[in-house]
Every structure is written in structure tokens, then in C-alpha cells.
């Protein structure tokens, strides 16, 4: 069974830092494009960082750029977010997701409504970032 794990959510303050894991299982991570969302309260879903299949191409969301940085270790198939210099609009529930397109384009990264290739897509985790 093909599927994606986050981990690595939790309780920061303000200017602090974490670092999110996307497990994969069932595939190997290598041979696919893979995104970060992210759902606030009352938000919609945003992209926040991708990293194409040759791990040669990232991109980030304007809100992410500076501060975030995506990675992948191919030994444990599994994709990182770090997030440095948290701020309280960073709380959310973060995803990770297949991204056959992430490669596609040099712009900002986003969540394209249109698309329904997003294939598999992990249960997220939490991160709060409050004093």
C-alpha cells in the first residue's frame, strides 16, 4: 500500500524552529515530485515548498522563502521540511503530497485547485507557533 507519513509537528514559539518528516512507504520517493501544504484555521489550503523527482528542482511559496528549506534523504525515503524563524501565521496543519509537477515551473510554489494529480497525500501534522 502506497502511502505517506508526516511527523514532526508540534508546539514552537515564536521564532523557534521545526523540522517535518514525510515518510514514504509502498514507493520510493525518488520517482516523485513531492510537496508541503499547509491548512490554517479558516484558511485554505496553501503550497508551501516542493521538491521535483530529481531532487535538483525546489520551489517555495513567497512565505516560505528565507525560512523554509525542503530536503530529501533518499537512504530513509523520506522528504524534510525545516522551518526556521516561525511566526504565528505558520500555524497550520502541514501535508505532504505526491507533486507529478513541481518541476514544471521556476514560480512561487502553490496548491492548484484545478489539479486532481496531487495522487497521495499523508494525514498531516500539526504545528502551532504561539508564546
Known amino acids: 500500500q502506497l502511502q505517506l507519513v508526516e511527523s514532526g509537528g508540534g508546539l514552537v514559539q515564536p521564532g523557534g524552529s521545526l523540522r517535518l518528516s514525510c515518510s514514504a512507504s509502498?514507493?520510493?520517493?525518488?520517482?516523485?515530485?513531492i510537496g508541503w501544504f499547509r491548512q490554517g484555521p479558516g484558511t485554505e489550503r496553501e503550497g508551501v515548498a516542493c521538491?521535483?523527482?530529481?531532487?535538483?528542482?525546489?520551489r517555495y511559496a513567497d512565505s516560505a522563502k528565507g525560512r523554509f528549506t525542503i530536503s530529501r534523504d533518499s537512504a530513509k525515503n523520506t522528504v524534510y521540511l525545516q522551518m526556521n524563524s516561525l511566526k504565528p501565521e505558520d500555524t497550520a496543519v502541514y501535508y505532504c503530497?505526491?507533486?507529478?509537477?513541481?518541476?514544471?515551473?521556476?514560480?512561487?510554489?502553490?496548491?492548484?485547485?484545478?489539479?486532481?494529480?496531487?495522487?497521495?497525500w499523508g494525514q498531516g501534522t500539526r504545528v502551532t507557533v504561539s508564546s
Open positions: 503530497a505526491t507533486d507529478p509537477y513541481c518541476g514544471y515551473s521556476r514560480g512561487s510554489y502553490y496548491y492548484d485547485f484545478g489539479r486532481e494529480d496531487y495522487d497521495y
Open positions: 509502498g514507493f520510493t520517493l525518488d520517482y516523485y515530485g
Open positions: 521538491m521535483d523527482s530529481s531532487g535538483l528542482i525546489t
